[in-house]
């Protein structure tokens, strides 16, 4: 697989730590709801087709990314910086 | 008369070979059935076949939707061994091991499970102190494991690279002598053809499509192939898992389905005659009856259903390989493969009553299920034929994630693709 870095361009795979599945929001750590935990700790959607994800680019500028990649034929579809996906979905 | 015996064998020969029934029917799936097993893996089949053998239950249909051991269970690297830290591992996978002694005469089907021992190499002085505590642990709860030195261990396997100046220097291994490996394919036929015996229909290329619900209660499935209503519907479908439970609208799960590739090299003659692992990386090996080497690694480390993974792991595979055998270095690889594994979040797998009512689970074997065959059917069996699980089988429940009450060996915490 080839994975294309926002600032390092086409990389090869084996220059990235796949991190976990993307779209997980942690509760506040103030959080005593223990469902809420147990799903963003133990649960996965584990999709078979298009799956959102975060990786490490540790070999390389170190970001973490946001991947869009099909689980069933490896195409990854797009890729951004998690921390601008994180930005969008803080509430104003 | 058994059916598989020297005096059938002479007869058969002497009339030509013309008179062996198949090992299993090809039935049409009835209309209903009291337990439907969906997946006919290894897990699948020994499950209709303890229900059959053990709980008198033979109105059975296993749902497969491709051929009859076409997933894991017929090409994985074979190894059967209880080597595990915790408690509810070493009763769970000894009852395994019991079951493995006697399997070839319990089904009447020659197995070849070849005790020959499972070895795991030390390379530093804290990961042998971690194995002789873990050996320590095995010893308390009744399981053979023995300490090995350097000398012993260039004594077993001449061809390991023991030198000092080897590039991760062996620094000892432990050794559990009733570990090994079975022929893979002969335990999914001999179970299949054990359940068919008792009265199970084998169903293959039938896949599930749906289920069937009254409310909540699941009261059967559709498949490519119609219809089937059942009293109680059983899910034994590995690394398809999340796929199979959607389906029944339960979006998450505890699992992530990864791939894990495995190998095969060329015939040689016997050269490694135990189990080897390699301690400073993940790399183990096992030499076929047929003589070539069977070894695999670690996971690719991503979720995957594709059924093949990547090159960056074979290169690691094999320079692992390497560093232990350097005379392997020109040794042809024959096939290489991926399969599905369904990694749970703390390690061990899941047998379960749920969760839905009506439905039996059994899933999360990482990539230890083939060795888990026996005991997996057996306790699977007996949680859909009592409504209750075994006592072997009463950590392994869904709920322990909620609870806390994680099984996991490794310590590793929610990260399947580090167990």
Same mark, same amino acid.
């Given at each position: 697989m080839i994975i294309t870095c926002p600032f390092c361009g086409p990389r090869d795979s084996s220059e990235f730590v796949y991190r976990e599945e993307g779209g997980r929001t942690r509760p506040d750590p103030a959080s005593t709801d223990q469902a809420a935990w147990n799903a963003y700790v133990y649960e996965r959607v584990n999709t078979a087709g298009d799956h959102e994800e975060i990786w490490q680019h540790s070999g390389g500028c170190r970001s973490h990314l946001r991947v869009l990649r099909n689980t069933v034929t490896h195409k990854i579809l797009d890729v951004t910086l998690a921390r601008e996906t994180g930005k969008a979905e803080k509430p104003a | 008369m058994r059916e598989y015996s020297a005096y059938t064998l002479l007869k058969n020969a002497l009339s030509g070979n013309r008179d062996w029934k198949p090992a299993w029917r090809k039935p049409d799936p009835k209309p209903s059935y009291d337990v439907i097993v969906i997946g006919g893996g290894g897990h699948g089949v020994s499950t209709a076949y303890y229900l059959a053998k053990e709980h008198g239950v033979t109105n059975v249909a296993v749902l497969e939707? &491709?051929?009859? &051991?076409?997933g894991n269970v017929g090409r994985n690297t074979t190894a059967v061994r209880s080597n595990y830290l915790l408690p509810e591992n070493h009763r769970f996978y000894e009852h395994s091991m019991d079951l493995w002694e006697n399997l070839s005469y319990d089904l009447n089907y020659n197995v070849m499970f070849s005790q020959r021992g499972c070895l795991n190499l030390a390379h530093t002085p804290g990961q042998l102190d971690e194995y002789i505590r873990r050996g320590n642990a095995l010893r308390h709860s009744g399981i053979d494991s023995e300490l090995m030195s350097v000398a012993q261990i260039k004594k077993l396997v001449p061809a390991l690279d023991t030198s000092g100046s080897a590039r991760f220097p062996i620094l000892g291994g432990v050794m559990q002598w009733s570990a090994g490996t079975a022929r893979h394919d002969a335990v999914a036929w001999g179970y299949a053809r054990g359940a068919d015996r008792r009265g199970v229909d084998i169903i293959e290329n039938c896949e599930v499509t749906g289920f069937l619900r009254d409310g909540d209660q699941v009261t059967g499935v559709t498949t490519s192939r119609g219809e089937i209503r059942a009293k109680k519907v059983a899910v034994a479908v590995a690394g398809s898992t999340g796929r199979v439970m959607k389906l029944a609208g339960i979006e998450t799960m505890p699992i992530e389905s990864q791939v894990l590739q495995a190998f095969v090299s060329e015939s040689l003659k016997p050269i490694l005659d135990t189990v080897l692992t390699f301690g400073m990386g993940h790399f183990y090996a096992a030499q076929s009856d047929k003589g070539g080497l069977v070894y695999g690694g670690a996971l690719d480390g991503y979720n995957s259903y594709a059924q093949r993974g990547s090159l960056p792991l074979v290169e690691e595979v094999h320079s692992e390989m390497l560093a232990l055998f350097p005379s392997f270095a020109s040794l042809r690889v024959l096939r290489s493969w991926g399969g599905l594994c369904d990694m749970s979040m703390d390690g061990s797998p899941i047998i379960t009553t749920g969760p839905l009512p009506g439905m039996y689970l059994n899933a999360g074997w990482c990539y230890g299920g083939f060795k888990a065959t026996p005991a997996s059917g057996w306790c699977f069996a007996w949680t859909i034929a009592k409504d209750e699980p075994h006592a072997l089988n009463a950590p392994f429940t869904l709920d322990r994630f909620q609870r806390g009450i994680l099984i996991d060996d490794k310590g590793q915490g929610a990260t399947p693709n580090l167990h």
């Open positions: - | 939707k &491709g051929y009859l &051991g076409s």
